[in-house]
């Protein structure tokens, strides 16, 4: 797999008065193309400045962080934001919209700066609201929208430009279970098939079972890098698993039919089994009418005499 995030030997210092506070802590670290892959850890930990120095919002006291071929850690704040523009994307925990604008308007605002026209950079916008299940929310203002509503035009404005990577900041930190859920869906669907990278920062270890990888931050350091299988994956393999089930032949020599179509009058149930679906298979077994039962080849061979309560009983001989 190409690697499209390289950390060398990054710190980060900051000084607060007489004190230096060490965030960051000789991180070495790379991340693949269309890797899903989450900074986990509590608050204080680092994972925050992480995400700023992969994102070339900070500068590092030492070491580089390189995206492709591009050591960022060099660029000039101009050149980063122009960088930012064409290949980086963001979700926020607090949304970040602007109030004024639809969000239509509110999407399209990295096309903006991308020189799209108008007109294209408003259908595009449409588009991807509609991607995200908000095609009848399109000139709704920000406080005419629920916090879930808020959040997935937040997602399409990270994604309408469709940037190598995208970053995500504790993005369901203030949504309730259901919208989270939904919206973790919704970033790792489109992340799959846009082939991007998602990078999620989160202090949350549920959230973190949505990534290809976790990778844990305290005090400044990684303490663990780890493979996950994604819940997502999880699921959609789970799924494969019972249409595979579901789709098993019945056995050849068996019948299907309908609980209805038996008869509930019929005398017992001989040659019938109920199965979980409230189905009655009828065995397809197939007998001779003139086939007669066998002989018990014992009983012809078997003595007259009878044992009886361990006494011979000779024929014509009444029991006592």
Excluded: W
């Excluded at 973190?208 to 350091?221: C, F, K, M, N, P």
């Excluded at 098993?248 to 019948?255: C, F, G, L, R, S």
């Amino acid at each position: 797999m190409d690697t499209i995030i390289r950390v060398k030997n990054l710190r980060k210092v900051y000084k607060v008065g007489n004190e230096r506070v060490v965030a960051l802590n000789n991180i070495n670290l790379d991340i693949t193309k269309g890797e899903v892959c989450c900074i986990l850890g509590t608050s204080g930990s680092g994972k925050s400045t992480l995400l700023n120095q992969l994102a070339g919002l900070e500068k590092p006291s030492s070491g580089a962080v390189y995206i492709g071929k591009n050591n960022i850690s060099k660029f000039s704040e101009n050149r980063l934001a122009g960088f930012r523009q064409k290949n980086i994307g963001f979700v926020f925990q607090s949304y970040n919209l602007l109030s004024a604008l639809t969000a239509v308007e509110n999407v399209s605002l990295p096309l903006v700066f991308r020189g799209v026209s108008k007109v294209k950079r408003e259908k595009m916008a449409a588009f991807m609201l509609k991607q995200v299940g908000l095609g009848g929310r399109l000139t709704h203002r920000p406080s005419q929208m629920s916090g879930g509503q808020q959040q997935r035009v937040g997602i399409a404005r990270a994604f309408v430009a469709k940037p190598k990577i995208v970053f995500a900041d504790e993005p369901t930190g203030n949504l309730d279970t259901k919208t989270t859920i939904e919206v973790m869906e919704l970033m790792v669907r489109m992340t799959r098939e846009n082939n991007q990278t998602f990078i999620l920062v989160t202090h949350d270890g549920e959230l973190a079972q949505y990534a290809d990888r976790i990778v844990t931050l305290i005090d400044g350091s990684i303490v663990s890098d780890v493979p996950n299988v994604s819940k997502i994956d999880r699921a959609k393999a789970m799924e494969k698993i019972l249409e595979a089930y579901d789709d098993d032949e019945k056995p050849q020599n068996e019948i299907v039919i309908t609980h209805e179509e038996v008869n509930d009058d019929a005398d017992g149930d001989d040659g019938l089994i109920v199965d979980g679906n409230n189905e009655v298979v009828v065995e397809n077994k197939q007998s001779n009418e003139n086939e007669q039962t066998p002989k018990n080849e014992n009983a012809e061979n078997c003595d007259k005499n009878i044992i009886m309560e361990n006494k011979e009983i000779k024929p014509n001989e009444e029991v006592k």
